[in-house]
């Protein structure tokens, strides 16, 4: 038995910590937290100083029996959780729950998990730090408590279901916002002038005019001022310039710049970079620190002139812009700067090439540069023509590392040819383009980071489950619209003559983007208008300064808590008993048939249009189409929605109609559903496209091949094309030539499929009909009937025994209802109601 038990949070960080240690150490993993606050209460005693009451979750106690009984025989236990807030506070629940002797209990910390690191830490030791525990319990606590309570008003005012919390909400906030910016928008048309030169040399200058003209008029006007003008160099400025590198990563802008280079959403930047730290090949991943410790500095050095020349190297600090930064941590880095690329899977080796080209370029001289600036008269007007260009004299850090930025149209100046002061210049053309002012852009993932770091919102930790949530709490999608065409006009004059063209563009693109839902707008107005101080971005901002200062021991964090409730409480109480409630209802306008007001609103299936007001017994309904809204829908668009069902006929004996569902529109064919394609119009859709779109599916759905005895189907669906074969689908790789699969490439598929299935079973137990198999991103799940139990990828799936599976299953089976007494009444109200009319569009869900 080892004499020290060294505990971790992840399986992966033990095994790379065990290769460091000797045999005198037992290194075991905690699997993240063993306690935390209860899932199905409060778990908050506001009464008494906001204690939490923590319980050990029960895919956890096994592990802590085992843990604890290692702890018994221990000479030393060591807590080698994550130097952050969460780590001590993992360390905590660990000495407490395993009941910990304090003499024979150390605390370490490191932020790279390398042998140096390891060893420095045991040397090291410290007790657990208070301050950080009590700092992460006023996040939890306070977190829970606007989740608990607010949630709960959400689902009486609006809808059943719903949640809000401290920061998801302000998040979604910042997305209503900008897109009401956008909608709000009005774009101003002006013209921009630019024109290409020529030298004696036949050497092409590019200008511009520095200013726009607003009308079609002013520009032709211009144009026509530079008919058989004169042009010359005016004036020539040269300078010398400087760029200099961008400070090495923090979580924040490791997540911004890998969404920019190399297309990474958050939440998996977040993932890898774990995988890289728990390998030993970079830093801790969850820092807003910018610094770089003395050794990291002159490992960066050495390899620099190592590699590229002492010229290359110049070794700098920088400082951390962020509010509340913790400046004790480093910046993420590779753990050997030596070691520039790693054989790994695909996705860790590009962050890994990422991290360490940025870390080498902040310790790189600056690049030095030559900048030109021209100015060209003609000698018919006085509107000067400016021209710009850099020459590269020194790479400096840009031999490794360029940082990217948010701006789509950025321009990068080009190459000008040598140029004298009064040097003749011949017009090769002069341009006017049609241009319109641009809104804000839409979020993305990595903009969404930047700005809530930059409002000092939530730390960089929380960003990618913050995401996460509030995409699928439904209140934000990724956009999927490719935008619309828009016509401008581009007048251009050549040899003396003006020609007119009329272009096109596409604007209003939002694909890949965060879009609010309307019922993502619909909660975000109904928060800030009742609780306006838990929507505030500065009180947001303040209660991470709180929590700073209760880390640094400055605060008393039920102190902190209690000035909070105080005021929180009291006003959710006042919005049960008081606010409206919320379906975001707007008036369109009047139903020219009935005369009825017709709107749209928040209905049980999605947002709706109703012909008719609430008390009306004999209301109409539609549901919006997936690209409508409330917030932005005509009364036109929606008096269209009532057209539906449209029948389209008789085909092959059935009855054909098009029709918009809770999941879009479809068409129906007898029995069968058939979904319409992305962005086309069920009304605009006739019976003999519908009769086309019912041949594909006949197609689609006919067999192409036998196996086994079983036909085999093909089809594409939204993660790309398949086979389904036995009521299993299989996913079709590029490797295949889909249209022309050969019966081998259908046996193989199939025949990997079914083995992958089988090596996906960790527990069958038949005759009881529970099933225990792995699932995606480590996690497995426990399945009996229709009861599904997902299991975190901390928990000992292969140390799961019958018994507790079945325990399990029985605490997730709900309690059957007692039957309901009759009522003694032979008549109630509602039964002397007239029967409401049937709606103009079904609601329910279409069969596929």
């Known amino acids: 038995m080892a004499k020290n038990l060294v505990i971790v949070e992840s399986p992966a960080k033990a095994k790379t910590i065990e290769k460091f240690l000797g045999s005198d150490y037992q290194v075991e993993s905690s699997y993240g937290h063993i306690a935390d606050l209860p899932s199905k209460e409060i778990g908050v005693d506001v009464e008494n100083g906001f204690k939490p009451k923590y319980e ?12 604890r009984g290692l702890a018994k025989k221990a000479d030393m236990v060591w807590l080698a959780s994550d130097e952050d807030r969460e780590g001590e506070a993992i360390s905590w629940h660990l000495a407490e729950e395993l009941k910990l002797d304090k003499a024979k209990t150390k605390r370490i910390v490191f932020h790279e998990i390398t042998k140096n690191a390891i060893l420095k830490a045991i040397d090291n030791p410290r007790s657990i730090n208070y301050d950080l525990v009590n700092a992460q319990q006023a996040r939890r606590v306070l977190d829970r408590l606007v989740g608990y309570e607010l949630s709960p008003v959400l689902w009486r005012k609006i809808k059943g279901g719903l949640s809000a919390g401290r920061v998801q909400s302000v998040a979604v906030r910042l997305i209503v916002e900008r897109e009401r910016e956008i909608q709000n928008f009005k774009a101003i048309a002006s013209y921009a002038v630019s024109a290409e030169f020529w030298t004696k040399e036949g050497k092409s200058v590019k200008a511009k005019l520095p200013k726009n003209f607003s009308t079609k008029e002013e520009a032709e006007a211009f144009l026509k001022k530079n008919i058989g003008a004169s042009f010359e160099v005016a004036d020539l400025e040269t300078k010398p310039a400087k760029k200099s590198p961008a400070a090495p990563f923090t979580t924040s802008t490791l997540q911004q710049e890998a969404a920019r280079k190399l297309y990474l959403p958050v939440g998996i930047t977040m993932q890898l970079a774990q995988r890289l730290y728990e390998a030993g090949l970079i830093t801790y991943m969850r820092t807003d620190s910018v610094n ?15 590699s590229y020349g002492k010229e290359f190297s110049k070794p700098r600090q920088f400082t951390t812009k962020s509010k509340g930064a913790q400046e004790a ?67 400096g850090f840009l031999k490794v590392y360029l940082e990217g930025n948010d701006d789509d149209e950025e321009e990068q100046e080009g190459l000008l040819p040598a140029l004298k002061v009064k040097e ?53 999608e990724k956009g999927t619209l490719e935008g619309q065409k ?30 609010p839902t309307d019922i993502g707008t619909i909660v975000t107005d109904f928060l800030v208008k009742n609780f306006a101080a838990i929507l505030d971005y500065n009180f947001t901002a303040k209660v991470e300064q709180d929590f700073d200062e209760i880390a640094e021991g400055n605060v008393d964090w039920a102190i902190m808590m209690k000035d909070f409730y105080d005021k929180f409480h009291p006003n959710v109480k ?21 005369g009825k007001p017709i709107s749209v609103r928040l209905g049980k299936f999605g947002p709706m249009a109703q012909i008719g007001s609430q008390e009306d017994e004999e209301k109409q309904f539609a549901s919006l189409l997936n690209d409508q809204n ?3 829908i005509t009364l036109e668009e929606a008096l269209k929605l009532f057209l539906l069902p449209k029948d389209l006929g008789i085909y092959k004996g059935e009855e054909v109609e098009v029709n918009n569902g809770r999941f879009g529109p479809y068409i129906r064919h007898g029995k069968a559903f058939i979904s319409l394609p992305k962005d086309e119009d069920p009304l605009d859709v006739t019976s003999e496209r519908a009769i086309e779109l019912i041949t594909e599916k006949e197609k689609a759905d006919a067999p192409i091949a036998t196996f086994k005895g079983e ?60 099933l225990v198999e792995k699932a995606r991103w480590g996690r497995s799940n426990l399945t009996k009937g229709k009861i599904k139990i997902e299991l975190s990828k901390d928990f000992d799936v292969a140390g799961l025994t019958l018994e507790k599976a079945q325990e399990m299953i029985a605490a997730k089976t709900p309690a059957k209802k007692t039957p309901a007494k009759k009522a003694t009444t032979t008549k109630t109200a509602a039964a002397k109601k007239p029967a409401v009319k049937k709606a103009a569009t079904k609601i329910t869900k279409p069969k596929k």
Do not use: C
């Open 630 to 632: 409330i917030g932005n």
């Open 56 to 67: 050990v979750s029960p895919d956890k106690k096994a592990l802590v029996t085992k843990l």
């Open 292 to 306: 770089l410790s003395a050794d990291a500095t002159e490992a960066a050095k050495q390899e620099i002139i190592k």
């Open 424 to 476: 003749n210049l011949d017009n090769k053309s002069i341009t006017a383009t049609e241009r319109y002012t641009k809104p804000a852009a839409r979020y993305s993932e990595a903009a969404l980071v930047k700005k809530l770091e930059e409002l000092g919102i939530g730390r960089p930790s929380t960003y990618a489950p913050t995401i996460s949530t509030i995409i699928s709490r439904n209140y934000v």
């Open 711 to 770: 036909p085999v189907q093909k089809g594409v669906g939204r993660f790309g094309p398949f086979l389904k074969w036995n009521g299993i689908f299989i996913n079709v790789s590029k490797k295949y030539d889909f249209d022309n699969l050969s019966q081998n490439d259908i046996i193989e598929l199939i025949e990997d499929k079914v083995q992958k299935n089988i090596d996906k079973v960790v527990h069958n137990w038949e005759e009881e009909g529970i």
């Open 574 to 594: 006042d919005v049960e008993a008081n606010a409206e409630r919320e379906s975001g209802e707007r008036i369109l306008g009047t139903d020219p048939k009935s």
């Open 486 to 515: 828009r016509n401008y006009t581009q007048i251009v004059l050549a040899n003396s003559k003006i020609d007119e063209k009329l272009l096109s563009e596409n604007t209003g693109s939002d694909k890949g983007k965060l879009v």
């Open 329 to 395: 941590h480093e910046a993420i880095r590779p753990t050997d700067m030596s070691r520039h690329t790693v054989d790994i899977d695909r996705d860790q080796a590009r962050l890994y090439d990422l991290i360490w080209k940025r870390t080498l370029a902040s310790q790189m001289s600056d690049a030095q540069l030559e900048r030109t600036n021209v100015k060209i008269k003609a000698d018919k007007h006085s509107e000067i023509f400016a021209a710009s260009g850099e020459v590269l004299l020194f790479e």
